[in-house]
Nanobody, 116 residues
Framework: QLQVVESGGGLVQPGGSLRLSCAGS????????MGWYRQTPGKQREWVAA???????KYVDSVKGRFIISRDNAKNTMYLQMNSLKPEDTAVYYC??????????WGQGTQVTVSS
């Protein structure tokens, strides 16, 4: 399976910014369309953003204009630049393929908390 490690989360005030990173397992990383997902306690994971191997992007409406997904295939790394953060963005953020496999492997995720 494709293995990923998420990092970059933290505590930030409303209106602030964070940059999340997703480090892939090797050369296979660059052939996959990838996405960011998020989850809060008691809720199902929500799809947030996606990027193809060639760099085309799409976003859930709630983050459009605020978040930017990108990838550096040479570094086997994907990023999520999160700007103008809102309390409702608080969640554990995960990266994975887009679309998800039938039995997706999930990493630990990285916690993002937006609070004043």
């Amino acid at each position: 399976q494709l293995q990923v490690v998420e990092s970059g989360g933290g505590l930030v005030q409303p209106g602030g910014s964070l940059r999340l990173s997703c480090a892939g397992s090797g050369s296979i990383f660059k052939i996959y369309a990838m996405g960011w997902y998020r989850q809060t306690p008691g809720k199902q994971r929500e799809w947030v953003a996606a990027i193809t191997s060639g760099g085309s992007t799409k976003y859930v409406d709630s983050v459009k204009g605020r978040f930017i997904i990108s990838r550096d295939n040479a570094k086997n790394t994907m990023y999520l630049q999160m700007n103008s953060l809102k309390p409702e963005d608080t969640a554990v953020y995960y990266c994975n393929t887009d679309p998800l496999l039938i039995t997706p492997y999930w990493g630990q995720g990285t916690q993002v908390t937006v609070s004043s």
